[in-house]
């Protein structure tokens, strides 16, 4: 599958891709490391006449500790270079662990996490060529108006599927976004619609330039489990991320302080699970109450034939992996 033509932008700051966004921005596509663009493109799902990469701009690169405690990652950082960050594996680890189980080692070198914040939601009727997409017929997400998940719908329910924003939910990380009006910084818990199509509040002349983790979120014990087909390289079929923060009663029991669940890859966005963190914090963690966690993180999923593996399987190892996310989070 061929590439559709398109005009190359590279600028070398902030500023000058903001310029590029305020001239054309309805017919330019952002690339930062095309892990997921260019396939998309040669799919034909994106026919840009401008591509903007961004991968010049190497301030947007790199992991910086701020004076208050906090850190700021660039949106550029690969996600091996978040991967294998010391300082990230000791003060974030729910995140250096996603971002180790993204796709395999040569595209976490080039794959980012802006990109990955930023990852368009999947569908088993949309991630095909033009060919397939014209047999079977067109869709509410690209140039039909039906969809083949929910027939009679309006909606869709294409799937977010990237391994890193329910990390990023579970640590109140917040985002910069760039544009021509300047700077505007939003937690990511707002940044996601919720709709499959439309799946992100960013207009087409804004980019994320930075994401942010508060000091507060720092030194949880963190776990990532996902499912996917090839443990080597796929994309999440269902995705759970937990963090734990632990106090002693001064006997050397452990008591839950706080906690945090997040779930991806079975909603139209990644989410936090509603009632996790009162249903943990204050308790000891024992099989009946991680289970409960599991019932809960479950009843947030709804997954939908977007993707490989039954809705209900999906369903069902959310609720596995959220039992012993929690389990683990509570005893590492
Ligand atoms: C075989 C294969 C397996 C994969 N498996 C996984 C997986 O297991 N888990 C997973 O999470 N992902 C997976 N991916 C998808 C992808 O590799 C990652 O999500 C990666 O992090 C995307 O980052 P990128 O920099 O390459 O994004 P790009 O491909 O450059 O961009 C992705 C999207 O985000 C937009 N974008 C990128 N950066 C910005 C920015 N700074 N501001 C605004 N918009 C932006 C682009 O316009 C585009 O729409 C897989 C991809 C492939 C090809
Ligand atoms: S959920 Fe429906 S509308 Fe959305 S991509 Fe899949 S088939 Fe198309």
């Known amino acids: 599958m061929s590439l559709p033509q398109f005009k190359l932008l590279r600028p070398r700051s902030v500023e000058e891709a903001v310029g590029y966004l305020s001239q054309d921005a309805g017919s330019l596509r952002i690339l930062a490391g095309g892990t997921d663009l260019i396939p998309s493109m040669r799919q034909k ?130 985002i910069e976004i760039a544009s021509p009006a300047g700077l505007r910084r939003i937690a990511l818990n707002d940044f996601y619609t919720g709709l499959g199509d439309d799946y992100r509040k960013l207009q087409p002349n804004e980019l994320v330039t930075r994401v942010f983790l508060p000091t507060s979120s720092a030194g949880y014990h963190g776990i990532y489990r996902k499912l996917r087909v090839r443990g080597s390289i796929d994309y999440p079929l269902a995705g759970v991320a937990v963090v734990i923060k632990r106090s002693s009663n001064g006997n050397g029991v452990g008591h839950i302080a706080d906690a945090r669940i997040g779930i991806t890859a079975v ?56 039992k012993r996310a929690v389990l683990a989070a509570a005893s590492n």
């Open 45 to 174: 799902l994106f026919e840009p006449e401008c591509v903007l990469d961004l991968r010049a701009i190497a301030a947007l690169r790199g992991t910086k500790p701020l004076p208050d405690g906090s850190v700021e990652i660039g949106a550029l950082t690969t996600l091996r270079a978040v991967e294998r960050s010391d300082f990230l594996r000791q003060h974030y680890p729910v995140l250096t662990e996603a971002a180790a189980t993204v796709a395999s080692p040569v595209l976490r070198n080039m794959g980012t996490i802006g990109g990955n914040i930023c990852l368009d939601t999947r569908c088993l009727w949309y991630n095909q060529s033009l060919a397939w997409r014209k047999g079977c017929g067109f869709c509410i997400k690209k140039d039909g108006d039906l969809c083949h998940v929910a027939p009679g719908g309006s909606k869709c329910w294409a799937a977010f599927s990237a391994d890193t924003p329910p990390a990023l939910l579970c640590l109140e990380a917040e």
């Open 267 to 322: 909603n139209p966005a990644p989410l936090v699970v509603k009632g996790a963190t009162e249903l943990l914090t204050g308790q000891i963690i024992n099989e009946e109450l991680a289970a409960a966690a599991g019932d809960l993180a479950a009843k947030t999923a709804k997954p939908l034939t977007t993707s490989a593996l039954t809705p209900e399987y999906r369903r069902e190892m959310i609720r596995v992996f959220t």
